[in-house]
């Protein structure tokens, strides 16, 4: 079956970076497009950004665009967000998703990773 598994997550000061991992097993990796998605306490699930199967497409939310970089290796099944200059209302459970088509919507994820947190403190 298919199984992602988020890692990286933890605690860090504002300012500081965390880079999260996910990894995909049970899926032909390369054709789906992955995505990671967000959500804080008492907030609905947010996208944060994406990537296409083949890493040549990239879109990122307005909040997080020029801070966090998303990016994959085929070759490991692999998808990363890389976070820099993180602040206090980046702290959320992160979660990757894979979705057969390039979307922006959570709908349009089958499948998804358990969630990572992350934490950033003032």
């Known amino acids: 079956q298919v199984q992602l598994v988020e890692s990286g997550g933890g605690s860090v000061q504002a300012g500081g970076s965390l880079r999260l991992s996910c990894s995909a097993s049970?899926?032909?990796?390369?054709?789906?497009?992955m995505g990671w998605f967000r959500q804080a306490p008492g907030k609905e699930r947010e996208f944060v950004a994406r990537?296409?199967?083949?890493?040549?497409?990239?879109v990122y939310a307005d909040s997080v665009k020029g801070r966090f970089t998303i990016s994959r290796d085929n070759a490991k099944n692999t998808v990363y967000l890389q976070m820099n200059s993180l602040k206090a209302e980046d702290a959320a459970v992160y979660y990757c998703?894979?979705?057969?088509?390039?979307?922006?919507?959570?709908?349009?994820?089958?499948?998804w990773g358990q969630g990572t947190r992350v934490t950033v403190s003032s």
């Open positions: 990537i296409s199967g083949s890493g040549g497409t990239t």
């Open positions: 049970g899926l032909a990796f390369s054709i789906y497009g």
């Open positions: 998703a894979a979705s057969p088509k390039g979307s922006f919507r959570s709908a349009d994820y089958g499948y």
